[in-house]
């Protein structure tokens, strides 16, 4: 099965980070359509793929990680606005039958993604 799946890392303490909302949204002619909405476990993962299927249509998707929320749940001092409140990612599906892992490694100050496995 395809899928899209991810999983965040808060780096600033080197932990999972639990309870990061996460949504996935498809790009179709320059507009944005809603696919998932989940919120990270106490493993940073998402319980579910974002998206499973047999094959995922090519194109242009975007995960967008709520980050701002968890470092505030958390009771985290940071700066307002937040410099990283919603972070987002786009990336493009190439292969319909691709597996595609799109970790976030995120700090209140930075972030880096790649594609997994």
């Known amino acids: ?5 991810t999983h965040v890392l808060d780096t600033a303490r080197g932990t999972p980070a639990a309870g990061v909302t996460v949504t996935l949204h498809v790009i179709e002619r320059g507009e944005r359509r809603l696919l ?6 106490a493993d940073g993962r998402t319980n579910e ?5 047999d094959a995922i ?6 995960l967008t990680f709520l980050v701002g929320d968890y470092w505030r749940a958390r009771g985290d001092a940071i700066v307002s606005p937040a410099f990283l409140d919603d972070v987002v ?5 190439a292969d319909a039958k691709g597996r595609y892992h ?4 995120v700090s209140p100050y930075g972030y880096s993604t790649y594609r997994g496995s």
Do not use: F, K
């Not at 099965?1 to 799946?5: N, Q």
């Not at 793929?49 to 299927?53: F, K, N, R, S, V």
């Not at 799109?102 to 490694?105: A, G, Q, Y």
């Open 49 to 53: 793929p974002l998206l499973i299927a």
């Open 36 to 41: 998932a909405s989940t919120t990270t476990n």
């Open 1 to 5: 099965m395809a899928h899209i799946t």
């Open 102 to 105: 799109v970790p976030l490694l």
């Open 57 to 62: 249509p090519v194109g242009q998707y975007e």
């Open 89 to 93: 990612i786009r990336v493009g599906i």
